[in-house]
């Protein structure tokens, strides 16, 4: 069924920590909730210890999944965390963990993985206003240009944040990103590829609908920052 949502209405969020990223992802959640009380944030808790400590901190913020319940779902991960180191594997649980939410999802509105180092200074609604109606949307790095070549190993895009309708087009897409991790999802750039980031180069070339959002103020980071002047008025805006 295609999706009706408006495009700026709520989302279904998730997000994957073990305990020593916990921190990160409670910074996250906290930053979500600033402006958006009602969108679910699913969360991947990596151990039974993070599990723990995210139900206490976080509370009813956030609805907890735990690896086997992602595993249970996918038994096709078994393989794959045989084979891989564990940050291999971790990466390879990205497309998963957006497919399990989108099939449980209560609510209509895409379904985004978030890293768990992100932090929102304005409503999350700006980057739903800009993916609109399209059925997938990815944000480029925006490597500097005395940068750019260099980097240019780890891909175009960053995993950081990447949304998919539940439409035709946003499922295909999710599929295959899902198949492709489960294939190889190896930790070193090798031929254009890179763990379960490198992938996302190839989404505007097989898939319609795909959206680059180009906002400048989407996916700010340490290596795309330079040379630009980060603000924080009076007010407590980021700009």
């Not at 779902?73 to 084979?83: D, G, I, R, T």
């Not at 993985?113 to 059925?135: H, I, N, Q, T």
Request: aromatic fraction near 12%.
């Amino acid at each position: 069924v295609e999706s009706s949502a408006s495009p700026t209405g709520f989302a279904n969020y998730c997000s994957y920590a073990d305990l020593r990223y916990l921190p990160r992802l409670v910074a996250l959640v906290e930053s979500i909730r600033q402006f958006d009380l009602r969108s679910p944030i699913h969360v991947l808790c990596l151990d039974e210890e993070t599990i723990e400590q995210c139900a206490r901190v976080l509370g009813e913020k956030v609805s907890i999944l735990s690896l086997r319940q992602l595993e249970d779902a996918f038994p096709v991960l078994e393989s794959a965390k045989a084979s891989r180191t564990a940050m291999e594997f971790v990466f390879t649980l990205t497309p998963y963990l957006t497919k399990w939410v989108m099939d449980h999802s209560q609510i209509e509105g895409p379904s985004i993985y978030l890293d768990a180092d992100l932090y929102f200074f304005k409503s999350p609604a700006a980057v739903l206003e800009e993916l609109g109606r399209s059925d997938v949307g990815i944000i480029p790095h925006s490597y500097p240009s005395n940068r750019a070549q260099s980097l240019r190993k780890y891909g175009l895009y960053n995993v950081g944040w990447v949304g998919f309708r539940n439409t035709q087009v946003g499922r295909q897409c999710l599929d295959w990103w899902a198949s492709q991790c489960l294939s190889w999802c190896g930790d070193e750039p090798v031929d254009g590829k890179y763990a379960d980031q490198g992938y996302l180069d190839q989404f505007p070339e097989l898939f319609d609908g795909v959206k680059i959002l180009e906002n400048r103020g989407f996916n700010l980071a340490p290596w795309n920052t330079s040379g630009q002047d980060i603000l924080k008025d009076s007010g407590g805006r980021v700009t």
